[in-house]
């Protein structure tokens, strides 16, 4: 069984940067790729970003982080990034990463943004 652990979650301001990293215990990358989903209080859980690797990395964006998030990822490494700058309180949830191939999900990862 494949196991995730997401890390760099926290407290930041509205305007901040803050990145979060997601770690595989096995190789899991490849053509279904590795996603990140957010779930706020009240909330229904929401897609993202997602990243396609083994060759010409393909990444998608959810409309509302496109252009200030930015997903990668390390084959080497069996890790995932999501570089998250110009935060908005909007922004705040439990952030999952989520690998396709295993059909596996992390346990989550808290980001506030509150000043």
């Known amino acids: 069984q494949v196991q995730l652990v997401e890390s760099g979650g926290g407290l930041v301001q509205p305007g901040e940067s803050l990145t979060l990293s997601c770690s595989a215990s096995?190789?899991?990358?490849?053509?279904?790729?590795m996603s990140w989903y957010r779930q706020a209080p009240g909330q229904s859980r929401e897609w993202v970003a997602r990243i396609t690797t083994g060759g010409s990395p393909i990444t998608n964006y959810a409309d509302s982080v496109k252009g200030r998030f930015t997903i990668s990822g390390d084959d080497s490494k069996n890790t995932v990034y999501l570089q998250m700058n110009s935060l908005k309180p909007d922004d705040s949830a439990v952030y999952y990463c989520y690998a396709a191939l295993a059909d596996s999900w992390g346990q989550g990862i808290q980001v506030t943004v509150s000043s």
């Open positions: 096995g190789g899991i990358f490849g053509a279904t790729g």
